[in-house]
């Protein structure tokens, strides 16, 4: 089993633009999610966080498997 998370960060859609005004990215900008999944790099990779479409850590606490 593999577990990986996502992060888009603040995507300017119109529910967000609304209350807020912009201050994300393009909602153009954030299509990369469907690009994870099917990725041949990322085969059999576990326990990456993806933020800003970069590889990145969650908190330790997130590998410490007594908090699991």
Request: charged content about 20%; overall charge positive.
């Amino acid at each position: 089993m593999t577990v990986n998370t996502l992060d888009l960060g603040n995507v300017n859609t119109k529910m967000f633009l609304a209350p807020w005004g912009v201050c994300g990215i393009e909602v153009d900008s954030a299509d990369y999610q469907y690009q994870l999944a099917p990725n041949p790099m990322r085969r059999g990779k576990t326990g990456v966080c993806t933020i800003g479409n970069r590889e990145s850590s969650a908190s330790r606490f997130a590998y410490d498997a007594r908090h699991s």
